[in-house]
């Protein structure tokens, strides 16, 4: 019985240890999942952080008007639509459009393409004419960082 009586008083001087454990933890769950945001309620853009197109690049023509559009990101990740993990977003490409206002989720049309599973690329096909493209990246609930992170707007021709 000493044996015994010895374990279970190890295991009780160990339980304000791991009570205190198990509190930490809680407080590091509830803290996951937050961002930093600015007073207009949108999340804080790290430094440094930039968007580009790394294909097509400004003034390329497109005979048939098929084409891949890649986007790059420096100096935050990608995260799906609605996941909330600080210095992520997910990408938009804009086509032939302008962004009316950054303190609103982006739209979803067919001049406002949403890549809500973390996608990197796609395949366009546009009519004859000159186009532009912009990448900009959106938050959990696609509202734009502040600042903005988006790529310098291209141009490229679909030849007739």
């Known amino acids: ?3 015994a009586a010895m374990i279970v008083a190890a295991a009780l001087l160990l339980l304000p240890g791991a009570a205190s454990a198990q509190n930490t933890t809680a407080q590091s769950t509830n803290t996951q999942g937050t961002t ?4 207009n309620g949108r999340e804080k853009a790290p430094e440094g952080a930039r968007a580009y ?17 890649r986007m790059g990101l420096q100096n935050m990740g990608i995260a799906p639509a609605g996941i909330r993990k600080e210095d992520t977003g997910h990408h938009h490409l804009l086509v032939d459009t ?16 949403h890549f809500g599973g973390g996608q990197t690329e796609v395949r366009l096909e546009l009519p004859p004419g000159r186009h ?8 959990a609930d ?14 490229i021709i679909v030849p007739q």
């Open 53 to 69: 197109i790394m294909w097509p690049s400004n003034g390329t023509t497109v005979p048939g008007g098929k084409l891949w559009v």
């Open 98 to 113: 302008d962004l009316a206002t950054y303190d609103e989720p982006i739209p979803n049309t067919k001049q406002s393409l």
């Open 36 to 39: 930093a945001q600015n007073t």
């Open 1 to 3: 019985m000493p044996h």
């Open 142 to 155: 696609h509202v734009p960082h502040d600042p903005p992170i988006m790529s310098q707007k291209i141009t």
């Open 132 to 139: 532009t493209l912009q990448m900009i990246l959106g938050d």
